[in-house]
């Protein structure tokens, strides 16, 4: 099985771009989509971007993802940062088998 | 509107058992795979079980395989955890989360609001 690696944590000022990396520590990342999910405190998860790449209808288009076969890893880019978006943010994937990998999670704080 | 709410956690011994339950409502839930997704005290999230539309096929995460069961019952839009041989690790806020696609491995939305299990003596 793999592991899918993030930064424990990343803060940026309001109005900033922030980028978010989940490292894929074997296998392809393109063989797989990639998911990221956002939790604000006390809340369930919910969807930013799906298939490396779509917005969920209601995502504002501040959020993206891309994945980067060079570095085996997914990207989430938050720009326009607004005091709402600090949350965790976990990417996420499924092995060959169908069996769900999340990433440790990504605290951001927006300060 | 979509929803789905579990039940069923509470406070078990190490080794006892105990049965999850998550009541779907605002969807055609036989359409749809399910999954179970379950969050330790302050930690992150950790995939536990999933389950095609028909219960034909499920998959379990290494940590919970052969002590866990996944399970529906469409005709009453539930799913269902069956947790056996419980461990202090096993302490976690389990959440019920709705595949988009019927066979799984997909994007979850959404997801219910957990229920709590806590195992210890």
């Known amino acids: 099985n793999f592991m899918l690696t993030q930064p424990h944590s990343v803060s940026e000022s309001p109005g900033k771009t922030v980028t978010i990396s989940c490292t894929r520590s074997?296998?392809?990342?393109?063989?797989?989509?990639v998911q990221w999910y956002q939790q604000r405190p006390g809340s369930s998860p919910t969807t930013v971007i799906y298939?490396?790449?779509?917005?969920p209808s209601g995502v504002p288009d501040r959020f993206s993802g891309s994945i980067d076969s060079s570095s085996n890893s997914a990207s989430l880019t938050i720009s326009g940062l607004k005091t709402e978006d600090e949350a965790d943010y976990y990417c996420?994937?499924?092995?060959?088998?169908?069996?769900?990998?999340f990433g440790g999670g990504t605290k951001l704080t927006v300060l | 509107e979509v929803q789905l709410v579990e039940s069923g956690g509470v406070v078990v011994q190490p080794g006892g058992s105990l049965r999850l339950s998550c009541a779907a409502s605002?969807?055609?839930?036989?359409?749809?795979?399910m999954h179970w997704v379950r969050q330790a005290p302050g930690k992150g999230l950790e995939w536990v079980s999933l389950?095609?539309?028909?219960?034909?096929?499920?998959y379990y995460a290494d940590s919970v395989k052969g002590r866990f069961t996944i399970s529906r019952d469409n005709s009453k839009n539930s799913l269902y955890l069956q947790m056996n041989s419980l461990r202090a690790e096993d302490t976690a806020l389990y959440y019920c989360?709705?595949?988009?696609?019927?066979?799984?491995?997909?994007?979850?939305?959404?997801w219910g609001q957990g229920t709590l299990v806590t195992v210890s003596s």
């Open positions: 989360a709705k595949d988009i696609s019927p066979v799984g491995a997909s994007w979850f939305d959404p």
């Open positions: 605002g969807f055609t839930f036989d359409d749809y795979a």
């Open positions: 389950i095609s539309w028909d219960g034909g096929s499920t």
């Open positions: 074997s296998g392809s990342i393109a063989s797989n989509y």
């Open positions: 298939e490396d790449n779509q917005r």
């Open positions: 996420q994937s499924y092995d060959s088998s169908n069996h769900g990998v």
